[in-house]
């Protein structure tokens, strides 16, 4: 689903959201505000997106050309923090869509080669779990099974996803980090959901 679509349905995150997202820009030093983010129920993935054009969203909100977004699914974040039994795999998906705008900070219309870009995305997720405490197993949950697929034409292999990461979570000082802890907003009364909507997943 293209950006402006997401648009349309788009919700208010949830506190959690915002706390993770704010952890995240601040690890990466991204500005806050600068980017808006929304959930989006039931799109199945997260995605960071640049507008070409300015836009008027239908509660009234207006966004310049080049505003930048970020569109998450709760449903996909909850599920992976249940198939992880951790946070840190959707913490790495949020950190991960920061670092596309991180990447694209100079090429807003992101005409490089896709891998490139996941790959300076997964970069700086990396980076941005190293300085929020995760260890070496917490970067690789969601990408250890290393030699299990070939990547496809959007995205790198898991051993390529994962040595990017890698690489970012050791140049910020990962292995230095031996504690694992999550970060203290991790609240477990304090989801994905958007706040004025609580929903059961299905
Ligand atoms: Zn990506």
Request: aromatic content about 12%; overall charge neutral; glycine content about 10%.
């Amino acid at each position: 689903m293209n950006g402006y679509k997401c648009i349309k349905r788009a919700e208010r995150p949830s506190a959690y959201s915002t706390g993770a997202f704010n952890l995240c820009c601040d690890a990466l030093g991204v500005s806050r505000s600068g980017i808006t983010l929304y959930s989006v129920v039931g799109e199945g993935t997260a995605s960071a997106w640049v507008i070409p054009e300015a836009r008027q969203y239908n509660d009234g909100r207006y966004f310049p050309a080049g505003h930048r977004f970020i569109f998450y699914d709760p449903e996909f974040l909850s599920r992976l923090e249940v198939s992880y039994n951790s946070a840190w795999p959707s913490i790495g998906v949020m950190a991960h869509e920061i670092g596309h705008h991180r990447a694209w900070a100079k090429n807003p219309d992101r005409t490089r080669d896709n891998w490139d870009c996941e790959q300076a995305a997964n970069y700086y997720q990396g980076w941005a779990m190293a300085i929020l405490g995760a260890g070496r197993a917490d970067i690789e949950l969601r990408h250890g099974n290393r030699d299990k697929d070939n990547g496809s034409k959007t995205h790198p292999s898991s051993y390529h996803i994962m040595r990017a990461i890698g690489q970012g979570w050791k140049d910020a000082g990962g292995e230095k980090n031996t504690s694992s802890k999550e970060p203290d907003f991790l609240k477990p009364d304090l989801r994905w959901w958007p706040d004025e909507q609580p929903r059961t997943p299905s």
